[in-house]
């Protein structure tokens, strides 16, 4: 055969090579094939000092090697989290050899085993030349009795294993929170992973201190279910109070408010007039305690609804929707630097980018701040983003939103077609139509039950009368701009390496 | 048992394969004829039944052993003086039936000191038929490259369970090499830690 001269040449993309940074300018679609950078100063991703490994920031902030952040990722993305005995179950032998010597090579594979990637990581933590708890000694785990003891034994370790330990305790709780699918509950998951925290010679003493390490865990992991449960954002009601629009008098700029009201805080994101501001309060179920310029009313049976939706989550929705226009964070420090620049909030660039969206109140004192980069670090995005995915919470609502009202369908203009992905135009007009209760309700929707955020937004920013020639002042990412600002950029928040995944979801090749 | 020894035999058997397989499970059914959703095992664990078979009264020690790899360094040390080993895999999942060649009779080869010991290939979870992915056949051509005896079981229908057991115990009473020292005089077959256990055992049936 053959092989003519090429035609239609085009430009695409200059591409550079050193052997530092090995491929620069690599279109996406062709860095699959190429290796990355060796994970570590080594050949080999396993059985090196975390020292010597490249590392990346997971989603709460710990430096933990990025081959272990990739094969998480690759994990969750297969639903690992919800096969039948995950972490429990060996993987093939073969198999699992096979993508370790990938793995070495720095690639992880797409269309591998669960149970595999799974495998790995375990192994990956037993084959470490020193145990990940071995700085603690037998005798002080063993000690260990409450959880206030185990909580501050984890905290004796040094930062590189605490920040290893912290990683797999989050990993094993994501793994517990789908117990129901993945029958791990866990005393399961502490038991397999027990014996690959520490390394002992004498076997017996092994067993001993597994069984001990593996108390610990439960522990430990049971703490981080709990923090999770009641934090700030997961158990907390949103409360908004639509009637309020341009109720102001002179002032007919949209003035919204979300609530969120928890044991200890309440949350207010006031949309529209450019502030955010976090404050802290008692429990304010008495309502009447909030901000003057709203008649904000607590809502009926919203105290069950495990709903996640709150200022926080609008705002720090608002940081994902600039990670997602930007289109360039790839890889975690840069993730949890725009996070931070949202913590920030008066300074900068930073500060620039986000203002046409948000603005951090200015008559915030220090411990606002204070308080609001506390909900914000206590809470990551990743938890959030994978919060929404529960079933439980659509369950929950669809249970709820029967109960209650029995709506029909068509005061929800959000329900149609199973998705929210609408012109923003067509939301306008269906709004306009709307009274002001039906507004609210499919914004209630919107909130509760869809989780596109930008949809609830721009619904707030449109809810009131402009006057004419005032510039509108909103949120960035419009109803167009829909379908970045779902899973895919969930997925991207949560696992900030997945600068591939994103790219093979889009194309449906993965 | 007011006279005479205890037992005619004491076999350790041990129970083999990849997690959960359902070796707890088998075990579990095998001694208390119950079923349950059990954790994974940590280490070892081992359970003890009588049984006469032939006339003979028998002590059987079965060992479960934990699937999980990293304990598979202190499970072998548990492959000494086992009269049977019994290869367990899930016949819902072709994995596990792999990994008894490529691992687990390799580490029966590696540690296991009687070179007559008996090994028993079994396939769990038949009940699960409609999720099947390991045929029969394939478990009688492995069980006859290997020479292994061959069973399907279910721990949860407790099908061929006691079954499993029996020819097993069954094959070794036919293997002379194998009875040796398995006769009521306990020292050499149990260790120390063991045998406090034992005599307290033997003295409470008593």
Redesign the interface.
Known sequence: MEIGFPSSVRHIAHVTFDRFQGFLGLPVELELEVPRRVPSASTSAFGVSVESMQCSFDAYGNSVPTILLLLQERLYEQGGLKIEGIFRINPDNDKEEQLRDKVNKGIVPYDVDAHCLAGLIKAWFRELPKGVLDSLSPEEVMQCHTDDQCISLIKKLPPSEAALFDWAINLMADVVQEESYNKMNVRNIAVVFAPNMTQMMDPLMALKHAVQVMNLLTSVICKTLNDRERSVIPSSAVLWDGSLTGSEGEESRPAKMLEVVHSNLTLRAQMGTGHVYIEAEGRCNDLNTLNSRTSARAREGYNDLNSIKSGTRAKELSVESEIVEEGGSIDGSEYSSSVHSSERGNGGDDHKRFSDAWETSSDSDMTDNALEQKIVKSQPLAILLRKRWKPITRNKFEEFSQRKWSLSEESYPLKKGNSAICSEKQCNEKIAHMNIQDRQKSLEYALHHKPWPAIALSFMENGGPLKKGEKMKGMKPSCEGLSPISELSAYRAAHPLSKRTLYLKHNGTA | MASGPEFDHLFKLLLIG???VGKSSLLLRFTSDTFD?L??T???DFKLKLMTLRGKKLKLTVWDTA?????R??TS?YYRGAQGIILVYDVT????F??LS??WLKEVEMHSTNQDCIKMLVGNKVDKDQERVVTKQEGIAFARQYGCLFLECSAKTRLNVEKCFEELVLKILDTPSLLRDTTSTRKNILHTGLQSENSQESSSCC
């Open positions: 990849d997690s959960g959703d954790s994974p940590i280490g070892v699937g999980q790899e990293r304990f360094t202190l040390s999942r072709r994995d596990t792999t990994n490529d691992i």
